[in-house]
């Protein structure tokens, strides 16, 4: 029996086994990462299937149909270019697409302005209960449906609405007209209603940007005698420059984008002086059955939105960089 085991290492009780190869211990770390990678993305898989359906397939008819001169009935005839020509020389198309632009001043400059004033304004009565009250007043448009504030402020911009009501009251009289019906007013005061939405949301945006800026900071730059102008452009305005990008890049979507207000309030009027691009689709569309116009239009305006959200994106990375 003893010649069996002759050669054999001894064994000692209690011995710790052989430590792996580190080419096992590779395959190992390797099969985990994989392992935890594959779980990763098959827990992506309904996202990003929910996201091809019903973005990325829809972005993809709508490149074919406007290549197409089509009325959504009868069969298809092959355009090529010539809807992104309709939509360049069309005046009507021209003016939609400006129309939109000249939005930009009333949904996203102006709402933008006055969010850092208030917010600031805030700020500085952040103890008292006047600033619940006041961020609760502000954002109150946000929770409001766009078909409602549209309506309401139909009302009130109407002939006998309370603005011309208010100038008469304060002997401005002569002001008032029709503001919705008026050529010269009618998209100003579109923009008014666009402002009174969005003030609320670039408000709440600036003042979480504020919360995070150091206290200590402004108790520093007083002591140094910087007065309150000088602590908004040297303390608060780099400290919010993140939440100000944001809030741009919503307004400004909101702006080229625009549809619910002004199909409520003007439905493009008077004439085509509210049109604008997401409007003039819907008519494509569904009055006049031009579905390859409509398609390049909406196509266009995708183009429009990411030319100025993605430069904005960029700035904003370049700074933080």
């Given at each position: 029996?003893?010649?069996?085991?002759?050669?054999?290492?001894?064994?000692?009780?209690?011995?710790a086994?052989?430590?792996?190869?580190?080419?096992?211990?590779?395959?190992?770390?390797?099969?985990?990462?994989?392992?935890?990678?594959?779980?990763?993305?098959?827990?992506?898989?309904?996202?990003?299937?929910?996201?091809?359906?019903?973005?990325?397939?829809?972005?993809?008819?709508?490149?074919?149909?406007s290549?197409?001169?089509?009325?959504?009935?009868?069969?298809?005839?092959?355009?090529?270019?010539?809807?992104?020509?309709?939509?360049?020389?069309?005046?009507?198309?021209?003016?939609?697409?400006?129309?939109?632009?000249?939005?930009?001043?009333?949904?996203?400059?102006?709402?933008?302005?006055?969010?850092?004033?208030?917010?600031?304004?805030?700020?500085?009565?952040?103890?008292?209960?006047?600033?619940?009250?006041?961020?609760?007043?502000?954002?109150?448009?946000?929770?409001?449906?766009?078909?409602?504030?549209?309506?309401?402020?139909?009302?009130q911009?109407?002939?006998?609405?309370?603005?011309?009501?208010l100038?008469?009251?304060v002997?401005?009289?002569?002001?008032?007209?029709?503001?919705?019906?008026?050529?010269?007013?009618?998209?100003?005061?579109?923009?008014?209603?666009g402002?009174?939405?969005?003030?609320?949301?670039?408000?709440?945006?600036?003042?979480?940007?504020?919360?995070?800026?150091?206290?200590?900071?402004?108790?520093?730059?007083?002591?140094?005698?910087?007065?309150?102008?000088?602590?908004?452009?040297?303390?608060?305005?780099?400290?919010?420059?993140?939440?100000?990008?944001?809030?741009?890049?919503?307004?400004?979507?909101?702006?080229?984008a625009?549809?619910?207000?002004?199909?409520?309030?003007?439905?493009?009027?008077?004439?085509?002086?509210?049109?604008?691009?997401?409007?003039q689709?819907?008519?494509?569309?569904?009055?006049?059955?031009?579905?390859?116009?409509?398609?390049?239009?909406?196509?266009?305006?995708?183009?429009?939105?990411?030319?100025?959200?993605?430069?904005?994106?960029?700035?904003?990375?370049?700074?933080?960089?």
């Amino acid at each position: 029996m003893s010649s069996i085991h002759e050669g054999a290492a001894p064994v000692r009780a209690g011995a710790a086994p052989s430590s792996p190869s580190p080419r096992a211990a590779r395959r190992r770390r390797v099969r985990r990462r994989l392992s935890g990678a594959a779980w990763a993305y098959l827990l992506v898989v309904p996202a990003a299937a929910f996201y091809a359906v019903f973005v990325l397939r829809p972005i993809v008819l709508t490149a074919q149909y406007s290549l197409y001169d089509w009325n959504g009935i009868k069969p298809a005839v092959w355009a090529g270019l010539d809807n992104y020509v309709e939509v360049f020389t069309n005046p009507k198309l021209v003016g939609a697409i400006l129309n939109s632009f000249e939005l930009i001043i009333y949904f996203s400059i102006i709402p933008v302005v006055l969010a850092l004033f208030a917010a600031n304004v805030i700020r500085g009565i952040a103890t008292s209960r006047l600033a619940g009250v006041a961020r609760t007043i502000l954002f109150l448009p946000q929770v409001i449906p766009l078909v409602a504030a549209g309506i309401m402020w139909s009302w009130q911009l109407s002939t006998n609405g309370m603005v011309n009501q208010l100038l008469r009251a304060v002997g401005l009289g002569f002001l008032g007209r029709a503001w919705l019906g008026d050529f010269e007013t009618a998209l100003p005061a579109v923009g008014v209603i666009g402002a009174w939405v969005q003030l609320g949301l670039c408000l709440i945006l600036i003042l979480a940007g504020m919360s995070k800026i150091d206290p200590t900071l402004y108790e520093a730059a007083r002591i140094d005698g910087a007065g309150p102008v000088r602590e908004f452009f040297s303390i608060t305005l780099p400290g919010v420059r993140q939440e100000l990008a944001v809030a741009v890049t919503v307004t400004v979507i909101a702006a080229l984008a625009s549809f619910d207000i002004i199909y409520i309030s003007t439905q493009g009027g008077p004439g085509n002086s509210t049109l604008v691009p997401g409007l003039q689709v819907y008519y494509l569309a569904f009055f006049d059955r031009e579905i390859g116009t409509a398609s390049a239009l909406a196509l266009t305006l995708m183009v429009l939105v990411l030319a100025i959200v993605i430069p904005l994106q960029r700035i904003l990375r370049g700074r933080e960089s």
